[in-house]
């Protein structure tokens, strides 16, 4: 069964909205989460560090006022793209490492209209 | 800097063995993964290497040399199910080592 969770798995959501992504690891707790995000056909872009208890640790080039990461518990860190535009349209996937390696949630695809 | 170069594409044979190099350069290192993607899907969990030498789990393997920046992943009996994006990634950003940095994937094409 799936080791890390991402909810919801699909959402259109109009411009100018804010969507919010969650993702939950399962079975353990995880101080660190990633969030990664992928146009199609290319690979995946490591959007921020989520850090439970502190704020997230954003890539360069990664708006943080765009992308808000809560990392809220040890194993519950949710993204939420603000003012969505057709251009935040994309695969948005989170990760979480266990004592073993790093596991990937199922992704959420989102789509601004 | 970070970069991590993999091929673009590959074409293979079902039944054949099909290798699929690595290179990477990165400012810290905490171990190499190799991922399979399906189109649309989340990428799963192939192998893991920290150590030089080769890890092999049933019709696939991977190795690592740490002195060179290389790994590759090798894939025996190809089934067409193996057509997929194989992505490999470092893990070990300078203040982070559980941070992974990808590859661009190599989208391989198995043909019967």
């Known amino acids: 069964g799936a080791v890390v969770s991402q909810h919801p798995s699909r959402v259109i959501c109009k411009s100018g909205t804010s969507v919010k992504i969650e993702c939950r690891s399962l079975?353990?707790?995880?101080?660190?989460m990633f969030w990664y995000r992928q146009f199609p056909k290319q690979s995946l872009m490591l959007m921020a560090t989520?850090?439970?208890?502190?704020?997230?640790?954003?890539e360069q080039g990664v708006e943080k006022d765009k992308f808000l990461i809560n990392h809220a518990s040890l194993t519950l860190s949710t993204l939420t793209v603000t003012s969505a535009h057709p251009e935040d349209s994309s695969f948005y996937i989170c990760?979480?490492?266990?004592?073993?390696?790093?596991?990937f949630g199922e992704g959420s695809w989102l789509t601004v209209v | 800097g970070q970069n991590i170069d993999q091929p673009t594409e590959m074409t293979a044979t079902e039944g054949a063995i099909v290798q699929i190099n690595c290179t990477y350069q990165?400012?810290?290192?905490?171990?190499l993964f190799w991922y399979q993607q399906h189109a649309g899907e989340a990428p799963t969990f192939l192998s893991y290497?920290?150590?030089?030498g080769l890890e092999e789990k049933g019709r696939f393997s991977s190795f690592l040399s740490r002195s060179k920046g290389y790994s590759y992943l090798l894939l025996k009996e190809l089934q067409m199910k193996d057509s997929a994006s194989y992505l490999c990634?470092?893990?070990?950003?300078?203040?982070?080592?559980?941070?992974?940095?990808f590859g661009t994937g190599t989208r391989l094409q198995v043909f019967p």
């Open positions: 990760s979480a490492r266990d004592r073993v390696t790093i596991y």
């Open positions: 079975d353990f707790q995880a101080t660190t």
């Open positions: 989520s850090n439970e208890g502190s704020k997230a640790t954003y």
């Open positions: 990165t400012s810290g290192f905490n171990g």
């Open positions: 290497n920290v150590l030089d």
């Open positions: 990634a470092v893990s070990g950003g300078s203040y982070n080592t559980d941070k992974l940095i």
